[in-house]
């Protein structure tokens, strides 16, 4: 009888695993499924590059970007919310520094990731991404339509 209880729960444990998992790839395509996302960590409330000589790896969140008209949806890939975690308008964004990652930054990002510190509404933040990624997120800060103030460093 007990082991057969043992059994009974290991399955619904094992269940559990693969339906989570799946329910993370079909978010992952539903938000890929209209087009424009690009793989992105995200590091909110940013501290400023002079207090901090050597960046550590704290605070970066991996996640995925979308590219909605005049704004930027940015989802946590760890996560079931079918909303976006934080919302960048373009107008609102101010790019400060292009870098890449330093110091203990390197392991809690991608191999090829390249830094962009930014201010979104008296916010500073910092977004890391790929390098072609960050050449189509420059494309579009840039491609802002006229009479918009855009700051790209």
Known sequence: MKMVLALLVSGVVVALVVVGLFVFGLRRRLIQRSGGTFDCSLRWNAPEGEM??????KGWV???????????????????????????????IEVLERRTPKGEEELALLSDAVVLACLHSGTRLELAMSEDALTGFLAWLEAAPPGQRVNVA
């Open 62 to 92: 991996y996640g995925v970007a979308r590219y909605n008209g005049d704004r930027i949806e940015w989802f946590r890939v760890f996560s079931y919310a079918p909303r976006p975690r934080r919302v960048l308008e373009r107008a609102s």
């Open 52 to 57: 901090e000589p050597e960046p550590s790896g």
